[in-house]
């Protein structure tokens, strides 16, 4: 089974708070990096799934590993790193302590009221911007934020989670307009409908057992399911996303499959039957033409 560190798990060793547990608005903890303890730097250095989601402003000297790529935050440099549920994530601190601020929260810490949903937003998306490299300048700003989280997480008022929930808001949107074309034509019709498809495609993972199989695995799958013609959907994907339908596809298969044969201990014939291929070696093919090395040498790293 794909290792999955839980919020549970992961809020033991954050530094303590009144406020560290669930609530009728779900959970929502926000606190100071320097602030964490040997234990707590610990946890972040498991490479899992999180069932949870986190914003982070990190100031140097650490690594920051997900999805097969790794950010270096080196000393005196500053980022904000958006992390989600789906993808495997774990930071490398190179020094004793760390200098910043983080927030995590789960899905349900979302007002009721409200259709947005973590995933709908760029910055959580697999295929989005996540990390910023931030100036001086918008490294202050974030910090204001993140200190407002902090403020308010401890106060007596009534309505604070929705107070917070606009903190986090903001931290998205601001760090959104660091990146003026990443929004360029998403609500158009061809932005709903990526919308629509990566929605459908995100449902599907991550795998939990063998004995899973995905549903939809190709552009026809998913244009059948949407209701639209596959080369209308593959128009609308290319203009949005710059990959065709088959290549986003793709690429989540892969993640997952990478994702699976470091974090499960399935077999490859499992794990190629989940995927959808018709035989292990078709999976073998397509996961080294895609990363350039065979399941087995990928497994015998771990």
């Known amino acids: 089974m794909v290792k999955l560190q839980t919020i549970t798990d992961y809020s033991s060793s954050l530094p303590a708070s009144s406020d560290n547990d669930y609530h009728s608005a779900g959970y929502f903890a926000a606190h100071k990096l320097d602030d964490f303890s040997a234990e707590s730097i610990a946890a972040t250095a498991i490479y899992s799934r999180k069932d949870f989601y986190k914003i ?17 935050i080196k000393s005196g440099e500053h980022a904000l790193i958006f992390s ?32 947005i949903r973590p995933a709908d ?4 998306d697999s295929n989005g911007p996540s990390v910023f490299y931030l100036n001086k300048e918008d490294s202050e ?4 934020i993140f200190l407002k989280m902090i403020e308010e997480q401890e106060s007596s008022y ?39 498809f990566k929605t459908l495609l995100a449902g599907q993972f991550p795998l939990i057992t063998p004995s899973q199989r995905l549903e939809f695995r190709s552009a026809q799958n998913f244009a059948d399911k949407l209701f639209v013609h596959t080369n209308h959907l ?45 035989e292990p070696t078709h999976f073998t093919h397509s996961f080294r033409r895609y990363s350039g090395k065979t399941p087995s040498a990928v497994r015998k790293l771990v």
């Open 234 to 278: 593959n128009r609308a994907l290319k203009t949005i996303t710059g990959f065709t339908t088959t290549q986003l596809i793709t690429q989540r298969i892969m993640q997952e499959a990478q994702a699976l044969l470091i974090h499960s201990n399935w077999t490859i014939s499992q794990i190629s039957d989940s995927l959808g291929f018709d």
């Open 141 to 144: 700003r974030f910090k204001a």
């Open 56 to 72: 982070t402003l990190a100031k140097g000297d650490s690594t920051y590993h997900t999805g097969g790529n790794s950010y270096r």
């Open 84 to 115: 989600n549920r789906e993808t495997p994530y774990h930071w490398e601190v190179h020094t004793e302590y760390c200098s910043g601020y983080s927030c995590l929260f789960t899905e349900d810490f979302l007002p009721l009221h409200t259709y």
């Open 158 to 196: 009534s309505h604070k989670y929705d107070l917070l929930f606009l903190y986090v808001l903001e931290c998205i949107h601001t760090a959104l307009k660091l990146e003026p074309n990443a929004e360029a034509g998403l609500n158009s019709a061809a932005g709903n409908l990526t919308k629509s």
């Open 121 to 124: 937003w760029k910055v959580f």
